[in-house]
């Protein structure tokens, strides 16, 4: 009896002791067999017969390492394995599935790597079964679309995290997710003892879920994301939601020399709880661009910008809804604060707008494009043009001298 997902066999009751002859009777999905019954895909044997069974997994490129039974003896290393039928419904389990793993090896010097999106489904699937790649180092090669995350996250006592260093090579993922009824809809759904570094993200998210990202969903341990950009479009429907990080939970994070240029789009959230409508109004609240929200993690966003757009968005800060936790250096938003969003940030940032000022220090430069062209004094002041006196100014994100 084969099995039709990879992981569970199907069921094997006990029953009356069948003839000797097989046949197939007169009737659709019924058969019987020297040892059994099988009927609409289920075999029934009686106890004690040693049912013969041919066993494999359906998914392709997939290695099976032994097989379990919930009751009864499985005996054999290959097929035919015989059951002993017990006086007991049996189900045929998966003991170890064997993944393929992707191509290279787990060091800096010879990471494993991703060149399509094969491989990318091969990453996710290995983590959620099999390697977390703590400790190793996996490149992507090529720019690609994908609609799978990496990782998952529940609970404290249900999760996969990706843990290892994720070396974007300053290529692109175009993401299309769709709301898959759990929280954390993001292309790395879950981080732990995570780097993600020269990556862009791109694409489509929508979800009715909260702590969506076009980056990272949920976050714990000691974490570090650096010179990456994100410019995915997220549909959302609920509230709580990240340009780059969406819940910092309890982590350790800095966000380094990173960019949000996405677009967030607000529908109407209804909020259910065991199917009851328990809060609903027009608009999402509690939306943040670099950190998503934590009231007990300490991030640390260095030489950050923020320049995203928003449509139907309640409340909205620009940097982060961390309150006074962890710090903020050097780190710039072109858009206003929207209304009162909880747990805003408290630290100083400066705000490039046409009718604000405030000083800089280190400007961001390796997203140049992200500043468009306008130049800008020391002192935050926006100008009209390229300026002719000579002095220090900023442009495209880094400091320029004219003499």
Same mark, same amino acid.
């Given at each position: 009896?084969?099995?039709? @997902?990879?992981?569970?066999?199907?069921?094997?009751?006990?029953?009356?002791?069948? *003839?000797?002859? $097989?046949?197939?009777?007169?009737?659709?999905?019924?058969?019987?067999? +020297?040892?059994?019954?099988?009927?609409?895909?289920?075999?029934?044997?009686?106890?004690?017969?040693?049912?013969?069974?041919?066993?494999?997994?359906?998914?392709?490129?997939?290695?099976?390492?032994?097989?379990?039974?919930?009751?009864?003896?499985?005996?054999?290393?290959?097929? !035919?394995?015989?059951?002993?039928? !017990?006086?007991? +419904?049996?189900?045929?389990?998966?003991? &170890?599935?064997?993944? =393929? =793993?992707? =191509?290279?090896?787990?060091?800096?010097?010879?990471?494993?790597?991703?060149?399509?999106? @094969?491989?990318? &489904?091969?990453?996710?699937?290995?983590?959620?079964?099999?390697?977390?790649?703590?400790?190793?180092?996996?490149?992507?090669?090529?720019?690609?679309?994908?609609?799978?995350?990496?990782?998952?996250?529940?609970?404290? $006592?249900?999760?996969? =995290?990706?843990?290892?260093?994720?070396?974007?090579?300053?290529?692109?993922? +175009?993401?299309?997710?769709?709301? @898959?009824?759990?929280?954390?809809?993001?292309?790395?759904?879950?981080? %732990?003892?995570?780097?993600?570094?020269?990556?862009?993200?791109?694409?489509?998210?929508?979800?009715?879920?909260?702590?969506?990202?076009?980056?990272?969903?949920?976050?714990?341990?000691?974490?570090?994301?650096? +010179?990456?950009?994100?410019?995915?479009?997220?549909?959302?429907?609920?509230?709580?939601?990240?340009?780059?990080?969406?819940?910092?939970?309890?982590?350790?994070?800095?966000?380094?020399?990173?960019?949000?240029?996405?677009?967030?789009?607000?529908?109407?959230?209804?909020?259910?709880?065991?199917?009851?409508?328990? @809060? $609903?109004?027009?608009? !999402?609240?509690?939306?943040?661009?670099?950190?998503?929200?934590?009231? %007990?993690? &300490?991030?640390?966003? #260095?030489?950050?910008?923020?320049?995203?757009?928003?449509?139907?968005?309640?409340?909205?800060?620009?940097?982060?809804? #961390?309150?006074?936790?962890?710090?903020?250096?050097?780190?710039?938003?072109?858009?206003?604060?929207?209304?009162?969003?909880?747990?805003?940030?408290?630290?100083?940032?400066?705000?490039?707008?046409?009718?604000?000022?405030?000083?800089?220090?280190? !400007?961001?430069?390796? /997203?140049?494009?992200?500043? *468009?062209?306008?130049?800008? &004094?020391?002192?935050? /002041? /926006?100008?009209?043009?390229?300026?002719? /006196?000579?002095?220090?100014?900023?442009?495209?994100?880094?400091?320029?001298?004219?003499?």
């Amino acid at each position: 009896m084969g099995n039709n @997902d990879g992981k569970l066999l199907g069921g094997i009751v006990a029953g009356m002791k069948q *003839g000797s002859v $097989s046949r197939e009777y007169n009737v659709s999905g019924i058969t019987t067999y +020297n040892s059994g019954l099988a009927v609409g895909g289920v075999l029934y044997a009686t106890t004690g017969d040693e049912v013969s069974l041919t066993l494999g997994s359906s998914r392709i490129g997939y290695t099976v390492e032994g097989y379990e039974a919930s009751a009864g003896t499985l005996s054999g290393t290959a097929n !035919p394995y015989t059951l002993t039928m !017990p006086s007991a +419904n049996v189900t045929i389990n998966v003991g &170890t599935m064997k993944l =393929p =793993p992707l =191509p290279g090896e787990d060091t800096l010097e010879s990471p494993y790597t991703i060149s399509n999106a @094969d491989d990318w &489904t091969r990453f996710c699937e290995n983590v959620m079964y099999v390697n977390q790649y703590s400790g190793q180092y996996v490149k992507l090669l090529e720019d690609i679309s994908v609609s799978e995350m990496v990782g998952y996250w529940i609970d404290d $006592s249900d999760n996969k =995290p990706f843990s290892g260093t994720f070396l974007g090579n300053n290529k692109t993922i +175009n993401v299309t997710l769709t709301d @898959d009824g759990k929280k954390g809809l993001s292309p790395f759904r879950y981080i %732990d003892g995570a780097t993600i570094r020269n990556l862009t993200t791109a694409g489509t998210i929508s979800t009715n879920q909260r702590h969506s990202s076009g980056l990272v969903g949920y976050a714990s341990g000691t974490n570090t994301i650096e +010179n990456c950009a994100v410019t995915v479009t997220l549909n959302v429907s609920s509230d709580y939601a990240g340009g780059i990080i969406a819940h910092g939970m309890r982590s350790n994070t800095t966000i380094k020399d990173c960019v949000f240029a996405g677009h967030f789009i607000g529908q109407e959230v209804r909020e259910y709880l065991n199917d009851w409508l328990y @809060d $609903s109004h027009p608009k !999402p609240i509690n939306i943040a661009d670099i950190w998503g929200w934590s009231t %007990d993690g &300490t991030p640390t966003l #260095q030489n950050c910008l923020e320049k995203g757009t928003y449509t139907n968005i309640e409340s909205m800060h620009p940097i982060g809804l #961390q309150g006074s936790s962890g710090s903020i250096t050097n780190s710039y938003y072109m858009t206003p604060q929207i209304d009162e969003p909880t747990n805003a940030c408290s630290a100083f940032v400066l705000h490039f707008g046409d009718d604000e000022t405030a000083g800089v220090t280190t !400007p961001l430069s390796n /997203r140049r494009w992200a500043w *468009g062209e306008a130049w800008y &004094t020391l002192d935050g /002041r /926006r100008l009209s043009q390229q300026p002719s /006196r000579a002095g220090v100014y900023i442009n495209n994100g880094v400091k320029v001298v004219i003499k």
